[in-house]
């Protein structure tokens, strides 16, 4: 009796697993029909004043025992380079709409300190400044993107930052920058009017907001030679009233206009959920929630298209990414979370549709950088850590620049939260020659057989990389930093033309081909 058992439960698993092994997904990419550029700016970052991120996260001082080069932390530096990041928005977020410049500049014992109201309400000694902020930005050879104060700010406030930054006249502000030690102006292009300008960033109507935007972008002039891309304070999830009245008001005064989705389970009831604990039916809610991003997008991707065919305003998801409750013993208002596997596929999942939609979406911006919501680098005092979120920026770095490839995939999905969401994506690209394929398998339990057709290009040879890990919880520490990271990957081969992968259990991988 024992034994029949024993075989019964062994034949269903036998045929579970071969069952497992048979999920064949089919992929047809189109390479005649690659138009559109993917914006090396979609793999954008996003640093506050918050918590530690700027803070013991990339700023120690000159002082620290913690090796650092002009105050910027070494170990973090020579990260955030590996990742080649296109562009870093800063000082907020909320903290933007509270700040004022000026504070942040001159000799550092004598800037005045503030309050950080909306971040633990801790002091701000205001250290980090626009000089420590732009220089950065050169070291690291990105894009700036100045988040400026409409909420509590004025015109003149910030039509003097635009000045102090770029103008090389013989100007107040420029003579100013010049005395505080920066001969030459700096380039920055990235302009932001104002931070979530319906909640924490004023609590203005869509209307009110607009006027508003249209007076600011009057006086934020272009000097010397600069030429900024001035960015609308834009909508989140749902709210498309705003993002049609902005569109209809403003229209071309913008160069774009920003949008904000965390995946995210409730607001402001600490009923978030973990970032290291949870569930399979939490993990794969966390896998439906950012997919949902996806639907958003489209929303209002069609306002815009209703104003602007040409598509000429750049949609710029300046804030994006998973956020849990904070860890346990850590500061409530500093956003503090772990990251694991599961961070990793919200990264994956939604730099596959941003890159679907480069044609719309010029900008996009994870939050945040180090040490807040989901980064990319984790650090405690002289300690830092890369995240499985970190390594899919860099895996997916192939993708800046490159052209895009349409493809189709036929793929078995999951009923999660009332949608079918697919378990495998895929996001294709080209660039001197060289094919890109990144592709994510969220199930928990089986690989996937995945078939790819590239019409008529004769590829022959492929590289890939894979990061996955036994756990979905896996993550790393400061003592087991490399449990999760990307590995070389092996299980792809071309078949007759055809290009043949077996894609693991919950893994992500990319594809060089030529
Ligand atoms: O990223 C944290 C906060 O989330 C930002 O300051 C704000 O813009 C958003 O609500």
Request: aromatic share 12%; with cysteine.
């Amino acid at each position: 009796m024992r034994k029949k058992t024993l075989f019964f439960v062994a034949t269903l698993l036998f045929s579970a697993s071969v069952w497992a092994q048979q999920k064949e997904i089919a992929i047809k990419v189109y390479p005649e029909q690659g138009k559109q550029v993917i914006s090396k700016h979609i793999y954008g970052h996003f640093a506050e004043h918050l918590g530690a991120c700027i803070y013991g996260g990339i700023w120690v001082g000159e002082d620290s025992s913690i090796p650092n080069t002009k105050g910027y932390r070494n170990d973090v530096l020579e990260a955030l380079k590996k990742l080649q990041i296109p562009n870093l928005r800063w000082p907020g977020g909320c903290f933007a709409d509270e700040y004022h410049w000026m504070d942040g500049i001159g000799p550092r014992e004598n800037r005045p300190k503030m309050v950080n109201n909306n971040w633990g309400g801790v002091v701000e000694d205001n250290s980090f400044g626009t000089h420590e902020f732009l220089n950065l930005c050169e070291i690291l050879g990105c894009e700036p993107y100045i988040s400026g104060n409409v909420g509590s700010g004025t015109v003149e406030e910030l039509a003097k930052w635009v000045e102090y930054m770029t103008s090389d006249g013989d100007s107040p502000m420029a003579n100013l920058r010049r005395k505080n030690g920066r001969e030459k102006p700096w380039k920055v292009k990235y302009l932001g009017i104002g931070n979530e300008s319906w909640g924490c960033g004023g609590d203005m109507h869509p209307e009110y907001y607009a006027d508003l935007y249209r007076r600011y972008a009057v006086y934020c002039r272009n000097f010397d030679g600069n030429k900024l891309f001035k960015i609308a304070c834009g909508s989140s999830d749902y709210n498309l009233a705003w993002t049609d009245v902005l569109m209809k008001k403003v229209g071309y005064k913008m160069n774009g206009l920003s949008l904000h989705y965390y995946t995210i389970k409730s607001w402001g009831d600490g009923k978030k959920g973990f970032a290291t604990e949870f569930d399979n039916d939490e993990y794969y809610w966390t896998i439906g929630k950012c997919m949902e991003i996806e639907e958003v997008l489209l929303k209002h991707m069609e306002i815009m298209d209703k104003y602007d065919k040409g598509k000429k305003i750049g949609l710029m998801v300046d804030e994006w990414g998973t956020w849990f409750n904070v860890e346990p013993g850590t500061n409530p208002g500093f956003l503090h979370q772990q990251n694991t596997m599961r961070d990793a596929f919200v990264a994956a999942l939604t730099l596959n549709i941003f890159n679907k939609y480069s044609d719309r979406i010029q900008m996009a911006n994870i939050a945040q950088i180090v040490n807040v919501l989901q980064s990319v680098i984790l650090t405690d005092g002289a300690k830092m850590t890369l995240t499985p979120t970190y390594h899919v920026f860099d895996m997916y770095r192939v993708h800046q620049d490159a052209t895009y490839l349409p493809l189709d995939i036929e793929t078995d999905t999951k009923e999660i939260r009332e949608r079918e969401v697919p378990f495998v994506t895929a996001s294709a690209s080209q660039k001197d020659g060289i094919i890109y394929l990144t592709l994510t398998n969220v199930d928990l339990i089986s690989e996937r057989n995945i078939t790819v057709d590239f019409s008529d290009l004769k590829l022959s040879k492929v590289n890939g990389r894979i990061l996955t890990s036994k756990d979905i919880k896996d993550h790393n520490t400061y003592d087991n930093p490399n449990l999760v990271a990307p590995r070389s990957f092996k299980d792809a081969k071309f078949k007759n033309g055809k290009l043949s992968v077996k894609l693991p259990a919950k893994s992500i991988v990319v594809l060089e081909m030529n």
